[in-house]
């Protein structure tokens, strides 16, 4: 259960920052993973920008599966019509709607859900920097639990899991950032995707070898994974990425 002192505290915060004119959020990494770490993600979220425009991709529908704190939509809204906006940890979910009201973000929808190949109930482990679990991270998921992994503060809970396709959008792209869920995420998005044939920006699941096993299955619908080499132009390689991006070839 989401508790009270949280969401009064993360309030307050909403209503310093908006006091103090700072209408854009940001990670706040840098003071827990490093400075390297938060770039890497700013890289991530920027080049995946560049291809919306590089390709001329629709911008009327997009969609944010694991927002965490809503930056990636926050700059997604100033670039489609529509945003669909999924976060299933509470914690997240509160500072994502807190962060899109004070930016007076009107265009996303933001679900409390947490998508997967099926529907069923099933445990999900928050994940926290300190013990009094103020400081989110991105790492929460619905793998085994850990109770203390790399000084993290774990919490379960039980959440429902719906599929992508249960919803019948239309989007041209869809960005998918679930820790180790991504898989199931997509294989519940397969009617979705083999319609519409978005350009997908998918989590990298190097830690559970899943990449090989979803670069296949996007193979076979069609689509090809983007070689980055051919954007040193723009980007050097200087900085890992915490994604993959797939255009469909039709």
């Known amino acids: 259960m989401l508790k009270k002192s949280f969401v009064?505290?993360?309030?307050?915060?909403?209503r310093y920052n908006k006091k103090n004119f700072d209408n854009d959020i940001c990670f706040d990494y840098s003071n827990v993973l490093g400075w390297d770490y938060e770039v890497q993600d700013w890289y991530t979220l920027y080049f995946g920008l560049f291809f919306i425009d590089y390709f001329k991709l629709n911008k009327e529908q997009c969609i944010d599966v694991g927002a965490l704190k809503g930056l990636y939509s926050s700059v997604y809204a100033r670039h489609f019509k529509n945003v669909h906006t999924f976060e299933p940890n509470p914690y997240a979910h509160a500072i994502c709607k807190m962060n899109f009201n004070r930016q007076d973000i009107h265009n996303v929808s933001l679900y409390n859900v947490a998508l997967f190949n099926e529907e069923k109930e099933t445990d999900f482990y928050m994940k926290f920097f300190d013990k009094n679990k103020t400081n989110i991270t991105g790492q929460s998921n619905t793998e085994k639990e850990i109770i203390q992994e790399n000084g993290l503060v774990t919490e379960?809970?039980?959440?429902?899991?719906?599929?992508?396709?249960?919803?019948?959008?239309?989007?041209?792209?869809i960005k998918i950032d679930a820790e180790g869920a991504n898989l199931n995420i997509l294989k519940g998005a397969l009617k979705t995707i083999k319609r519409y044939k978005p350009f997908l920006q998918i989590e990298n699941d190097t830690a559970l070898e899943n990449n090989p096993v979803i670069e296949d299955m996007l193979f076979n619908l069609g689509y090809s994974k983007i070689d980055l080499n051919s954007f040193k132009y723009i980007y050097n390689g200087s900085w890992d990425l915490t994604d993959s991006y797939f255009l469909h070839n039709g």
């Open 156 to 173: 379960k809970i039980k959440v429902n899991t719906k599929t992508l396709d249960s919803y019948n959008f239309n989007p041209s792209f």
């Open 8 to 14: 009064i505290e993360q309030a307050k915060l909403a």
